[in-house]
């Protein structure tokens, strides 16, 4: 049976939910030691990544509900001197602004929870020194291709972005599919991702991950 673009953009909105569905209630059943452990060695694979060592401008996300932790590593990134952005998300437009933060004093809890940037605080991120983004998701494909909360966010943020800008996705093994994702023509594929078992290399060899 053929589908209409209309019915195939539903048909791609259920099952992207029912993805979300089964990957969150994984994340739910990790331990908190093993969300831990498996975390730690996600980090420790990036930061042993050229990407990273050869990054002086980063960007990257404070992570929650059991996403892997990202907390260590924006604390790595300052002690090794990066210049570390954090997104603030505008509800009302969809829209994501980075700012320069330097600790976590500067964050505030609003949208959802999450721990955005004040703004009166920081300084907004100029686009043109941004040398690496770390991109949020529920699930991914090995193609790069991902399942974030819904909302569009960082799609439409990774569409105006230079191909210079590496984009990397953390995530545990069990959030990579082996199959591919359903995909609209808005969605934006990451170049690595990492997990506590693998680097993905999604763009064929371009950052060397064996």
Same mark, same amino acid.
């Given at each position: 049976?053929a589908? !209409?673009?209309?019915?195939n953009?539903?048909?791609n909105?259920?099952t992207?939910q029912?993805i979300?569905q089964?990957? @969150?209630?994984?994340k739910k059943?990790?331990?908190a030691?093993e969300?831990k ?7 420790e694979?990036?930061? *042993?990544l050229?990407v990273w060592q050869?990054?002086r401008?980063?960007a990257?996300?404070h992570s929650?509900?059991q996403?892997?932790?990202? $907390?260590?590593l924006i604390?790595?990134?300052?002690r090794?001197?990066? !210049?570390i952005?954090l ?5 009302q =437009?969809?829209?994501l ?6 600790t ?5 809890a $609003? ?8 703004p009166?605080?920081? =300084?907004?991120?100029?686009v043109?020194?941004l040398q690496?983004l770390?991109v949020p998701g529920?699930a991914f494909d090995r193609?790069g ?7 569009g966010y960082?799609?439409r943020y990774l569409?105006t972005l230079?191909?210079? &800008?590496?984009? &990397?996705?953390?995530a545990f093994?069990?959030? $990579?599919?082996?199959h591919?994702?359903?995909?609209e023509p ?8 990492i @997990?506590?078992g693998?680097?993905?290399d999604?763009?064929? *060899?371009?950052y060397h991950?064996?």
């Amino acid at each position: 049976m053929a589908y !209409t673009p209309e019915e195939n953009g539903k048909q791609n909105q259920y099952t992207k939910q029912r993805i979300r569905q089964q990957i @969150t209630s994984l994340k739910k059943r990790l331990p908190a030691e093993e969300w831990k452990e498996r975390s730690a060695r996600i980090k420790e694979r990036l930061c *042993g990544l050229s990407v990273w060592q050869k990054s002086r401008h980063v960007a990257l996300y404070h992570s929650v509900n059991q996403e892997v932790n990202t $907390v260590p590593l924006i604390e790595e990134g300052w002690r090794q001197g990066k !210049t570390i952005y954090l997104p603030k998300c505008n509800p009302q =437009t969809r829209q994501l602004t980075f700012y320069k933060v330097d600790t976590f004093d500067d964050l505030e809890a $609003v949208y959802f929870g999450i721990p955005e940037p004040v703004p009166e605080r920081c =300084t907004p991120m100029d686009v043109d020194r941004l040398q690496c983004l770390i991109v949020p998701g529920v699930a991914f494909d090995r193609e790069g291709y991902r399942i974030g909360y819904g909302a569009g966010y960082y799609d439409r943020y990774l569409a105006t972005l230079s191909p210079a &800008v590496a984009k &990397v996705s953390l995530a545990f093994q069990f959030q $990579v599919l082996n199959h591919p994702l359903p995909r609209e023509p808005f969605d934006q594929p990451v170049d690595v991702i990492i @997990t506590e078992g693998e680097l993905i290399d999604c763009q064929g *060899g371009a950052y060397h991950v064996p």
